[in-house]
């Protein structure tokens, strides 16, 4: 089985712009949800998504959205990008209900 | 306010000796634990997890503890090889409002020197 994808792997973008990051789950996984991995802070959770509903939604500002297909691939939305969004972004992939989730390799974001 | 806290930021070890790596918890609400693994450049991996009805689980080289009247787990690896250096995460999550969010750690970094 193939597994968690991300794309793109590495992004580069300039304060003030949006980025859209994508996340292909493990056939046959219903969960996604996202995480922010930022040095000395661990992983903090963005959101979880469900076939296709928010089931659930970290501490983080209205900048960060995400949404769910019906293929259960996810996208994760940051607009008007600042210097502390600079971060090894992560989506995790998960059978419904259960808690080990499988997580991608990331995609590193690097805001100037 | 961290519900999961992993105070050792780094550990090292040497080859063949036990590694002991800690994790405090404040939510008493959470029920279920977990250990990653992390590589450089890589997504974290899933090493071993304790469900809170237990206090012990084994998996080969990797023994996960929960001593929950302490709110403390640890991770022991032995023996402990080169090829186990990397961050160690401890997550954390409860089925309270029907999701299973978990909550990590920062991690601790260990090293394994031969």
């Known amino acids: 089985k193939a597994g968690v994808t991300q794309t793109p792997r590495y992004l580069i973008k300039t304060r003030g712009q949006q980025v859209t990051l994508s996340c292909s789950p493990i056939s046959g996984h219903r969960s996604v949800s996202w995480y922010q991995q930022t040095p000395g802070q661990g992983l903090q959770f963005l959101f979880e998504?469900?076939?296709?509903?928010?089931?659930n939604k970290g501490n983080f500002p209205g900048r960060f959205s995400g949404r769910q297909f019906s293929n259960s691939r996810s996208e994760m939305n940051v607009s008007t990008l600042e210097l502390g969004d600079s971060a090894l972004y992560l989506c995790?992939?998960?059978?419904?209900?259960?808690?080990?989730?499988?997580f991608g390799p990331g995609t590193r974001l690097t805001v100037l | 306010d961290q519900q999961v806290k992993q105070n050792s930021p780094s550990l090292s070890v040497q080859e063949g000796r036990i590694s002991i790596l800690n994790c405090d918890y404040t939510?008493?609400?959470?029920?279920?634990f977990l250990w990653y693994k992390k590589y450089p450049a890589e997504g974290p991996t899933f090493l071993i997890s304790?469900?809170?009805?237990?206090d012990k689980n084994e998996d080969g080289r990797f023994t996960v503890f929960l001593n929950k009247s302490a709110k403390h787990l640890s991770l022991h690896i032995v023996p402990s090889q080169p090829g186990d250096s990397a961050v160690y995460f401890c997550a954390a999550s409860y089925a309270g409002a029907g999701s299973y969010q978990l909550t990590f750690g920062k991690g601790t970094k260990l090293s394994v020197i031969p």
């Open positions: 939510n008493s609400m959470f029920d279920y």
């Open positions: 304790i469900s809170s009805i237990k």
């Open positions: 998504y469900f076939s296709e509903t928010q089931r």
């Open positions: 995790a992939s998960s059978l419904a209900g259960v808690d080990q989730r499988y």
